[in-house]
């Protein structure tokens, strides 16, 4: 069935636009099927037409916000039915004489509220000016800052994990391999971390030198009331290998052990997987004996300065802040440290033997030595030296005390300025020194402990200026126990002796002759290598230059500090070391 749609009759109008104004002028001939309630809008051909209705838009939406506006009843106005939807019931008819009925549609989508719900009620309430607190600002830039200091620290460790570790680039050996050397060993550092071995307790066979009490006023230094760091030209030290010392040679001719070292080679072996720097020692099996030596002028005399730093340090050795200089200068300074802090009146404690090295008549340092022996298995001992440098009265006991200092050379390179933090803020350089220094801070804790020392004293000395490597101030001292200090800084006793137990163990195997123990430059492994008897004994040693090439005229940025950023007294400090 076809629906027909029949379209009504349009009366003419020849008077105008429109139908006409009264049915009288509808010619008799047409039949009006329209129906008479539908609205209509004049308009004239000059008008302005645009849509007539808009059927995309929500009426409802609209309607909530203009319930509480005034209907203009135009078709432009926002309540028009001619902007949302055709109803044919009601038009309200609009204006013609008025131009500003006409406008476009708007079909942007109606704005949301901000805030919720709550906008709904709380739009017509009167807006009141907000009040300023500008501490509540203060706080907010502070924690803006805060957030952008933590993003720069993630981003700079993101970046450096996959960057090598600078050592690698340019660490050289401390001893150049020779092409007759024969490689017998290769052991990484990741073997030593999982040895373990106990030892009773050391028995003394020996006690030689005199020590000094310590000056206790020293513990109430602050950097607000410093002391200059004296200097000990007329003092004697000593850095005596194993088999130098007259004790050691009858100690073994009496077969009182099988193997003998110093606390300072004991201890390079103990911490040897913190160690970053190069370092090697000379292993020598004499019959059934074994002895660790350490060659004339090697890298053990000396002290690490920022090992364990990624800071990388400059590479040229005549730099005052290159890794020889710094060792060479903290090497000086631990000695004056080490005799400043006494009291030097002349009372001292003497022990059975005097200084072994020392001639009649010279002024020696405070130190003592403790020839001590451990029994490592059935028939097997280790006699070592070790080496106390104070004595301080505890109960009306003496307890003796290891004196080493922890020296800065420039805050720029550590990141804290102990003037400025030591006294607020001991914890934190305390820290930044483990990090900077682990390896030297563990061969320190070593020592005490093969020393039964009772008290350690770390002191804080830095420089009066920054490019002046030859004056410094003491700005505090700090004591701790070994033991305790030990467990703080992760150092397990165990495994210390567990590495020197497989080194003793691997080099017992060995046949008689001379071998050297060289710590890899670029990666965590040490390698035995087996060396002719007469190695390392006609050592080249740099000459020093002569006097009129080394002054160099001198600069404006610091009294006594020359142009290339050393001092005329380097010399002193070399001969002082």
């Known amino acids: 069935m076809v629906v027909v749609f029949e379209v009504g009759a349009v009366p003419f109008n020849p008077d105008g636009w429109g139908p006409p104004e009264s049915t009288t002028a509808t010619p008799p001939s047409t039949t009006t099927t329209l129906s008479p309630h539908v609205p209509y809008a004049t308009f004239s051909r000059y008008e302005r037409l645009g849509r007539i209705a808009d059927f995309t838009r929500s009426f409802s939406s609209s309607n909530a916000h203009a319930?509480?506006?005034?209907?203009?009843?135009?078709?432009?106005?926002?309540?028009?039915?001619?902007?949302?939807?055709?109803?044919?019931?009601?038009?309200?008819?609009?204006?013609?004489?008025?131009?500003?009925?006409?406008?476009?549609?708007?079909?942007?989508?109606?704005?949301?509220?901000?805030?919720?719900?709550?906008?709904?009620?709380?739009?017509?309430?009167?807006?009141?000016?907000?009040?300023?607190?500008?501490?509540?600002?203060?706080?907010?830039?502070?924690?803006?800052?805060?957030?952008?200091?933590?993003?720069?620290?993630?981003?700079?460790?993101?970046?450096?994990?996959?960057?090598?570790?600078?050592?690698?680039?340019?660490?050289?050996?401390?001893?150049?391999?020779?092409?007759?050397?024969?490689?017998?060993?290769?052991?990484?550092?990741?073997?030593?971390?999982?040895?373990?071995?106990?030892?009773?307790?050391?028995?003394?066979?020996?006690?030689?030198?005199?020590?000094?009490?310590?000056?206790?006023?020293?513990?109430?230094?602050?950097?607000?009331?410093?002391?200059?760091?004296?200097?000990?030209?007329?003092?004697?030290?000593?850095?005596?290998?194993?088999?130098?010392?007259?004790?050691?040679?009858?100690?073994?001719?009496?077969?009182?052990?099988?193997?003998?070292?110093?606390?300072?080679?004991?201890?390079?072996?103990?911490?040897?997987?913190?160690?970053?720097?190069?370092?090697?020692?000379?292993?020598?099996r004499v019959?059934?004996?074994?002895?660790?030596?350490?060659?004339?002028?090697?890298?053990?005399d000396l002290?690490?300065?920022?090992?364990?730093?990624?800071?990388?340090?400059?590479?040229?050795k005549d730099d005052i802040n290159s890794a020889y200089s710094l060792s060479v200068e903290a090497a000086y300074i631990n000695q004056n440290f080490s005799q400043q802090v006494l009291i030097r009146d002349g009372n001292k404690v003497s022990f059975d033997e005097p200084n072994p090295f020392a001639n009649e008549g010279d002024e020696v340092a405070s130190v003592a030595y403790r020839y001590r022996r451990w029994k490592l298995d059935g028939d097997m001992y280790l006699v070592a030296r070790c080496e106390v440098q104070s004595v301080v009265e505890v109960n009306n006991k003496n307890s003796f005390v290891t004196l080493n200092a922890l020296n800065e050379f420039?805050?720029?390179?550590?990141?804290?300025?102990?003037?400025?933090?030591?006294?607020?803020?001991?914890?934190?350089?305390?820290?930044?020194?483990?990090?900077?220094?682990?390896?030297?801070?563990?061969?320190?804790?070593?020592?005490?402990?093969?020393?039964?020392?009772?008290?350690?004293?770390?002191?804080?000395?830095?420089?009066?200026?920054?490019?002046?490597?030859?004056?410094?101030?003491?700005?505090?001292?700090?004591?701790?126990?070994?033991?305790?200090?030990?467990?703080?800084?992760?150092?397990?006793?165990?495994?210390m002796w567990g590495i020197v137990k497989s080194i003793v163990d691997l080099c017992m195997k060995l046949n008689e002759g001379k071998y050297v123990l060289v710590k890899d430059p670029s990666k965590p492994q040490v390698r035995i290598y087996e060396v002719p008897a007469d190695a390392f004994e006609n050592d080249y040693v740099e000459e020093p230059l002569p006097e009129e090439e080394q002054v160099q005229p001198p600069s404006e940025d610091a009294e006594g500090v020359e142009a290339n950023g050393t001092t005329t007294d380097d010399k002193e400090i070399e001969a002082q070391t």
């Open 67 to 284: 319930s509480n506006r005034p209907s203009s009843g135009k078709p432009g106005s926002a309540d028009s039915p001619f902007d949302f939807s055709l109803d044919l019931d009601a038009f309200p008819l609009a204006n013609p004489d008025d131009g500003s009925a006409f406008r476009l549609v708007d079909t942007k989508p109606t704005p949301r509220p901000k805030f919720g719900p709550k906008w709904r009620f709380n739009q017509h309430r009167p807006q009141l000016p907000q009040r300023r607190d500008e501490e509540v600002e203060a706080r907010k830039r502070e924690a803006e800052k805060e957030r952008a200091y933590r993003h720069r620290l993630y981003n700079l460790n993101r970046s450096n994990q996959n960057q090598q570790r600078r050592e690698a680039a340019i660490f050289k050996s401390s001893v150049d391999i020779q092409p007759e050397w024969n490689m017998l060993e290769q052991i990484p550092f990741s073997t030593f971390t999982k040895l373990s071995f106990s030892v009773s307790d050391p028995e003394d066979l020996l006690h030689c030198g005199a020590l000094e009490y310590y000056d206790r006023s020293f513990d109430r230094i602050t950097p607000k009331n410093e002391r200059r760091l004296e200097r000990f030209k007329n003092r004697n030290f000593f850095k005596v290998t194993t088999t130098d010392d007259p004790v050691i040679r009858r100690l073994a001719n009496e077969d009182k052990a099988t193997v003998f070292a110093t606390d300072t080679i004991l201890a390079t072996l103990m911490c040897a997987p913190r160690s970053v720097y190069s370092w090697d020692i000379v292993v020598q």
């Open 287 to 300: 019959g059934n004996k074994l002895f660790f030596d350490k060659r004339d002028g090697s890298q053990l």
């Open 303 to 316: 002290l690490s300065v920022h090992e364990t730093s990624q800071e990388p340090l400059p590479e040229a």
């Open 410 to 495: 420039d805050p720029k390179y550590s990141g804290v300025d102990c003037r400025q933090k030591l006294e607020t803020q001991r914890g934190a350089v305390l820290a930044t020194e483990l990090k900077n220094n682990a390896n030297k801070l563990a061969k320190w804790t070593a020592q005490a402990i093969l020393a039964s020392a009772d008290l350690m004293k770390l002191g804080y000395v830095t420089r009066v200026h920054p490019r002046d490597h030859f004056n410094h101030v003491i700005l505090g001292v700090v004591g701790y126990k070994p033991r305790d200090f030990a467990s703080q800084i992760n150092l397990n006793t165990s495994n």
